[in-house]
């Protein structure tokens, strides 16, 4: 039932930006801890970026200062600014949804920060 389509993957060059997208459905979106993770081959699944129902957020300290997770809940979309693209940012990105019993995850999108 629930739902989660992650967009906006790219191939980018370093120093770039990108905007990812994840529209939800099958939830009280409003109500819901959304966020992002990443996955490098090779590498663990790691946290990026978490966003409360209330906003707070809490961000990887690869990743402070340079994106930016917000969320829209008249559109039912998270996103993830991402700014001074890295090489070492490359990986599949994941859309969370964590409503409080169980997690539920999206199908990645591609991110590649080369030259």
């Known amino acids: 039932q629930v739902r989660l389509v992650e967009s906006g993957g790219a191939l980018v060059q370093p120093g770039g930006s990108l905007r990812l997208s994840c529209a939800a459905s099958?939830?009280?979106?409003?109500?819901?801890?959304m966020g992002w993770y990443r996955q490098a081959p090779g590498k663990q699944r790691e946290l990026v970026a978490l966003i409360t129902s209330t906003r707070n957020t809490n961000y990887a300290d690869a990743v402070k200062d340079r994106f930016t997770i917000s969320r829209d809940n008249a559109k039912n979309t998270i996103y993830l600014q991402m700014n001074s693209l890295k090489r070492e940012d490359t990986a599949v990105y994941y859309c969370?949804?964590?409503?409080?019993?169980?997690?539920?995850w999206g199908q990645g999108t591609q991110v590649s920060v080369s030259s």
């Open positions: 099958g939830s009280i979106f409003s109500r819901n801890t």
């Open positions: 969370t949804m964590r409503d409080g019993i169980m997690d539920y």
